[in-house]
């Protein structure tokens, strides 16, 4: 999915010249070509670094001209034969090219000779040469070959090295800042030229490198030798002396809002005094270089309470806005630093900042890292976070970065601190968001390469040299020269003892050893020593209170025997194996000076702050499991522990003493004396750390990982030492920023990585790919070695025994050996674990094997060393099984996959899965389980025990409930499937899943992954799999999954889909598919083919004013070909073919032929679209076209019925969507127009599989019904994306043979090249983040300057990804300081561009377009769109990202189009859904301009698992399906209202118009349909309609009569009449009550069906939640994930006018549209039962939703600019209504009121139009002859006074979404019974009369209410009294009626 076209920055040039030095084969492992370097690089111990010439590259001083001879020689004896082929080899060396080379010089040679003939090719050219240069016969000849090769930048070299010329060394300490500038441009590179051999460039003395030669001592040392050792003693630096203007600076002197970071501090020390006012008052990156116990943390401080007060308002510091950042080495020291931070700004400080540790042990969520201000982590564990794209949604708010020790960087660790440090100054250019570093280091001398590095300014970089220390410190260091091992060890002793001795009794002396063991060793040894010379009293002080206080502690309170044995002679011990309690005793006894020698591990150092005057480091190997071996302490370590040294209050020096062997004098003597220099240690990593930036996206090309390479620190320091890093002496004099260089080592690790299919590595082209196994060794920190491995060694059929040995095999564990005492130990566990192993002892994998055995198991073990291993590789272990999980997942081994996610929970549980499961709880008693597991009792029966009957089992009776408790907490799903057959080859599945346990927070967390994993019928092959998450709150709900997989010839018996929970062990759900009764679809009829046919010409149309439409002089071949059939023909067309292929043009030959034939009255033309947004643009299109072009009248219906029927009376072309329609077309026998019809056009067809298809079905079935009622034909014209069975379609809409086009999708006008990514994210924010980076690049790439479109999946993410566009484009279209950028996508000038931008409401779409990228959302205003639209369309922008649901609505195209993500929020499945097919192409169908491009690119990102799916349909034609028996009962309901249907025999009828009916017999499974006969067929149908029928009668909306015919009933007529469903009217019947008030009615109305597709958004819930709070109607049991509770807050937000965000604003509108709909029906459904009251508050409700207000509110409110304060003073002055206010005096009103002139015409304009002129008089019939049971009719006569031109056509209603045509009800009813009389509605313009009758109640007086009722308007009802006098009934009146 690359593409092969070379980038522009390597010219192919380049590239052969580059071949033709070194031939490569395929996979890049060609030798390296190195050059020796000088001899000064000795090492001054006279180590040196191997840094051998390459065995295949030849040096040009040894080749002369008989070199050749001499080479053949070696195989060829006889010298005639030896010179004759010497000859030909140089014939073929100089003149064939390359591949002909190779073959000749074997066929000369012989293949046994390939080794010489790869050493020819290699050096071809340098022999060539060199061997004419031995040759030439004089200086002309020799000078001409010289000018040759110095043309040649590769032979210029080889003519240097001939010479001899050698370059001097130049100084490149300034050169390396301008350089480091340099290189971060990154300059156009050339090609790559050679391979390099990075290990042997690799420093594999790690951190213990010395790239000094000598060692500079201070004065006053001097040196002693000893028999067996040698001891260098250095002073203590004495503190400089204060400056004249340097003091201390006063804490009291801090901003306020510091002092409390500064608790109990007086004033801060020399150190943080000089750096206070850059780290607290400047925001520059710093570097502070200074001693152990100089006071770094609080420099520290001093930068973060900067960052703090940035973010401080009104006194309280704004959480949401930062995050910091601080990277300490050690855990340990994480752990002191979080304790130090939090005391000081945690909780309880003024700051109340969340501070966390984040390590390995420390996991942090997401959501805990999202409410984190501190995060103090390890390099390791924040470069893991950083890695992953999708973690940056966390790490965005990052402003400060502080990396303490940063010296690390000379160590193996480094190279993670240069890949965090480079991946950070690479983010902060391409987003321009500042993120400030700081770095705290001890005393180095090249102190400026790592400010260098850190682009710290010489302001922000301080260094203080030792003389800083808190305490001078004396030094000794004592190298042992001896060299055998026991004498050794006794020499170590004794010098410790006699160090000890010296300062024994005047000062406390803490000795520190490596091993745990060896504490009391030496302890025992000192003491012993003391006891043999009599010496003891020393370390027990003259008075006998020490030795009381000693000997108390050791009896009484000491746990561990060493130190009970060792205190009472005032020696003790400490390490991390004692208890806590013992640990706390040593350090308080030592602290109070009880204790004279402490013996103590590295831990003390570390953790506690112990100091004592001398600290004597006692050897320095400790033992490395990593390396396998005892290595030298890390330089880290051996600071931290002189550091202690010197207790700050009471001496005036320390004392460390170093007693190391004499080898590693050198080394310690530098490292503390600040004569290291600390080198980069990256090349040995550097494969693994490029794959981790080509995961992250941020390294897409040769060209950006060389540019990266320049913010190393390997960089700077290959600047300034070159020699070191194996580069020649004159490459710096050629290429100063050494790119050459650079691409060497990116072309070297980039074919390593493409070797081990990490990545994939386009040689050409210099593009990189990621492969999924690259993102696993990314994600999971596996080398790129131990990934080769993994690809070697996995196979499907591996067992447990393989699975372990696999991953001992692991290069993490390459350097671990096996030593001799370990072999007993290792042997006796090997019995112990379960899994055997199949190598010997002897072998390091199988002591990794037994280790990984004995974690799970819990063994003990005894050994230092072996305990160190095992933590080691336990460490490692879940980190390196979850990694071949996701690589065998990847590869679709289902056996194998699940075997390595149990081992990975294994590890993680440390538990064997044959252990019963509820091991997992920790708090069962150890007993219970043993029993348990004696029973052998299988799990899924113990579910089914009571708690009685499990304690019997187990015997244990009163732990039953417990038990039982435990047993019902253990995860457990319930899954059911169901599936339907897509294609022959494609099957859906709809998974559901029910949690069927108790969830419990404490052991479950926040939510449960599971993976889904479909296996086929043997269960070998994954055939599909995703991650499911069950989140807490979602625990008591079933769950639905969609997904598809895919069908296989011959059909299998099943497949199975499994359930896994990815944390516990044993829980595991299974569910068979069963294939046995499965039907495929029917085969698919081929495509249409494209003929080849000549263009026509658009005069083919014989219409001069119909040529004038187009702007183009030729239809294209899609035109071409319809347009006999479209144009010359009457017969029905339908059209299928790929978007942008002009299918409307075919639709427009159609309308020509119909205005050019002569039909009897007027032709008329409906054109449907399934969308309002395709029919809109149609609209626009066309009124251009016929409208003006034509004079023909082109209407847009509005779905207002009475306006609706007025412009289908006035129209040619009717325009509008299959919904109006619908409702239109229902009671087509009473309308006249519908049945003088003669064309019918129906666009975009596919979507008759959509959610609007089964209403397009049916008014397409309809059209075809009425024509063959009627007898006058009615033409449809269908349009259509290609499909896969367009027959179905085409013998539907009754298409003949010669009227069906079905074109393939690839048959396009514009030819479209699709590129797919996966993006193996889960978390749908995260994988957003992770194509942000892509998706610019994409537009860049591909694009290149032509109009590109970007659809995303949401509003936020339009405005981010056009804000990525900018950011990430300029930060490289800046070309230099105080030039304005390029901005890449503007094509015209500012001044040209600002009109437009001063029309724009929006500030971040303004912003945006400056920069010439626009973006459209459904939020925009109309005004908004049309102005981004037509900047796009004529080219001044050539950027726009949209959402994904505009691609229907808009007519622009672009060169590219990228989709960004193919899933959205299904706010009712609580999750993700995809993206339809039909809207991916029309997404699609965007790209390629016609006329302009000659081809189109599309860019799709998608989610991993999808890609295979969208790959299938993107080149395949799509199946559609009608959905119609979904929806049936409504499309029934409304046929026999209008009685198309009067008996069941008219519904199968009715059925078989539909395309339904068609598809039953092709694909009979997808519509539950068991067979294809004619039985199931008539069977099927019978019995949809009997349902069907019988829905419908039980919701009371249709009768069933004599079994067989149907009538409508009162709420079957309400239902058809107001087009809502019959659900819903059903729901009112059974809900309303005589006594439901306006709060019932809100919520019966929310509960609407027409609501249930309300969308849903992610983390909307939490937003009503709040918004619901400030509500005044409280909701009874919210459920705020539901649409239903969301429509009740939306209205009630609605009701009290709350400013909303523009998605719910969106909502909100549509809620409010359908609730004026809902509320008629609802109003007539109350009418049905005579309710007054209720009738009254639904027509009050009806007011309030139109005008905003609540029924309490003021009825001024409804007048503009009225604000509660207005309000309020016109109430003070007695005015409550709009007549009041009208009848005031001018000038007293706008006194009050203070409104400008232009605000209160306004108000006048309203007032005018305000319903208060309307007269209303009323009349009873024969009033005095009423009679009990006789009709009573009430005559109302309504009248308005108007002026002649006053326009009431529409209501005053701004919150209202569209213009709404005021009614009216008229209403009678009785107050007292509740009882509602007569009601009629009434459309009022200037007079009406009404007629209102009702029966006459029984003998009496009566006093009724007649109502008049708006239902838009407040405070304009009107009420009168209506009194009744009615008489008895009158029986000869009856008589006579009778006769």
Partial sequence: EINDESDEEYDDDAVTTSTSITTEDEEGEGSAILRTTDDDDMMDDGVRKSRGRDPYDLNPRDIDAFFLQRRVALFEPDPVLAQQLAENVFQVLADADEGQAENELVLLLGFDQFETVKLLLRNRFKIVYCVKLARASNDQEREALETEMRSNPELKGVLQELKGERSSKTQAKGKAKAAAAGAAKGEKGAAPKSMLDLESLSFNQGGHLMSNKQCKLPPGSYRKTKKGYEEVFIPGLKHPPFAADEKLVEIKSLPEWSHGAFK????LNRVQSRLHQAALFGAENLLLCAPTGAGKTNVAMLTMMHEIGLHIYNGVVDKEAFKIVYIAPMKSLVAEMVGNFSKRLGDGTPYGLTVRELTGDQSLSKKQISETQIIVTTPEKWDIITRKSGDRTYTE???????????????????????????TLRQIEATQVMVRLVGLSATLPNYEDVATLLRVQPSGLFAFDNSYRPVPLEQQYIGITEKKGLRRFQLMNEITYEKVMERAGKSQVLVFVHGRKETAKTARSIRDMALANDALDKFLGATGGTRVVLQTEAEKTAQNADLKELLPYGFAIHHAGMSRSDRTLVEDLFADGYIQVLVSTATLAWGVNLPAHTVIIKGTQVYSPEKGDWTELSPLDVMQMLGRAGRPAFDTTGEGIVITSHGELQYYLSLLNQQLPIESQLIGKLPDILNAEIVLGTIQTVKDAVNWLGYTYLYICMLRNPALYGIGADEPEEDPLLEQRRIDLIHTAASLLDKNNLIKYDRKGGAFQVTDLGRVASHYYITSQSMAIYNEHLKPSMTDIDIFRLFSLSSEFKQVNVRGEEKIELEKLLERVPIPV???????????????????????????????????????????????????????????????LQVAKMVDRRMWGSLTPLRQFKDLPEELLKRLEKKEFPMERLFDLDSQALGELVHYPQQGKNLHQHIHQFPRLDLAAYVQPITRSILRVELTITPDFNYVEKYHGNALPFFIIVEDVDGEQVLHHEYFLLKKKFAGEEHRVSFTVPLYDPLPPQYFIRVVSDRWLGCESVVAVSFRHLILPEKYPPHTELLDLQPLPVTALKDAKAEKLYSFKYFNPIQTQVFPAAFNSDDNLLLAAPPGSGKTVAAEFALLRMFQQA????????????????????????????????????????GDTAA?????????????????????????????????????????????????????????????????????????????????????????????????????????????????????????????????KPTVNAVIQHARGKPAIVFVPTRKQTRKTAQDLITFTDAS????????????????????????????????????????????HEGLTAKERRIVETLFRSGAITALVATYDLSWGMDLSAYLVVIMGTQYYQGKEQGYGDYNITDILQMMGRAGRPVVDDQGKCVIFCHAPKKDYYKKFLYEPLPVESHLDQFLADHFNSEIVTQTIVDKQDAIDYLTWTFLYRRFTQNPNYYNLTGVSNRHLSD??????????????????????NDIDVVPLNLGMIAAYYYIQYTTTELFSSSLTGSTKLKGLVDIMAMASELNDLPMRHSEDTVLQRLAAHLPMKIDKPKYNDPHTKALVLLQAHFSRRALSADLHQDQMIVVETASRLLLAMVDVISSNSWLRPALAAMELSQMVTQAVWDTDSVLKQLPHMTDDRINRLKAKGIENILDLMDMDD???????????????????????YPLNIELQYAVQDEDALHAGSQVVVIVDLERQLDEDQDISSVHAPFYPKQRSEGWWVVVGDTKTNQLLAIKRVNLARKSQVKLDFTAPSPGSYNYTLSFMSDSYMGCDQEYELALDVKPARIDDDQEMEG
Avoid at 399 to 413: A, G, N, V, Y
Wanted: net charge negative.
């Fill in 1373 to 1416: 279209d800046i070309v230099q300081e105080g030039v304005a950028p390029v901005r890449r996508f503007l094509r015209v000038t500012e001044a040209d561009l600002a009109p437009y931008l001063e029309e724009i409401e929006s500030k971040a779409l303004r912003e945006s377009l400056s920069f010439g990228v626009g973006f459209l």
């Fill in 1204 to 1332: 609706d029927l007025k412009l289908l009376e006035q129209g040619d072309i009717i325009i509008t969507t299959a919904e109006i329609w619908d409702v239109l077309s229902r009671r087509w026998k009473q309308r006249k127009n519908i049945k003088t019809l003669r064309l019918f056009i129906v666009d975009e067809l596919h979507l008759i599989g959509g959610t609007k298809g089964p209403t397009l079905e049916v008014v397409c079935s309809r059209m075809r019904y009425i024509a063959a009622q009627t007898g006058t034909p009615i033409r449809i014209v269908a349009l259509s994306s290609s499909l896969a069975n367009a027959r179905d379609l085409g013998e539907w809409i009754g298409t003949t043979h010669h009227s069906l086009f079905n074109f393939h999708p690839n048959v396009r006008p514009i030819p479209l090249e699709i590129h797919m990514q996966g993006f193996d994210i889960p978390h749908f924010a995260s994988r957003m983040l992770a194509m942000s």
């Fill in 1159 to 1198: 039909y009897e009255g007027r032709s008329r033309a409906v054109y449907v679209a399934p969308m309002q947004a395709i029919a809109t643009e149609r609209y626009r299109d066309w009124s251009r076209k016929f409208g003006e072009g034509m004079g023909k009248t082109v209407v847009e219906l509005t």
């Fill in 264 to 267: 109990g501090m007086e004033t």
């Fill in 1787 to 1809: 000038v007293d009103r706008v006194k009050l009121l203070g409104m400008s002139e232009r605000e209160m015409s306004e108000v006048a304009e309203v007032c005018n139009t």
């Fill in 1580 to 1601: 099927h149908m019978s019995e949809l309609v009997e349902t069907t029928i019988s829905d419908l009668e039980q919701a009371k909306c249709i009768a069933v009569e």
């Fill in 838 to 900: 199949k190598e010997s002892l002897e072998e390091p994998s199988a002591k990794i094997n037994v280790l990984l055995q004995t974690y799970i198991s819990k063994l003990k073990l005894d050994g230092l060393a072996l305990i160190s291993d095992m933590v080691y590789v336990t460490q490692s272990a879940g980190r390196i099984i979850r990694a071949l999980f996701e690589v065998v997942l990847k590869r679709g081994w289902a056996q194998l996959a699940l075997r390595l």
């Fill in 397 to 423: 708010l990052v402003r400060l970065i502080i990396i303490d020790e940063i010296h690390l960087l000379h160590d193996d660790r480094g190279p993670v601190l240069e890949g965090i440090v480079a991946r």
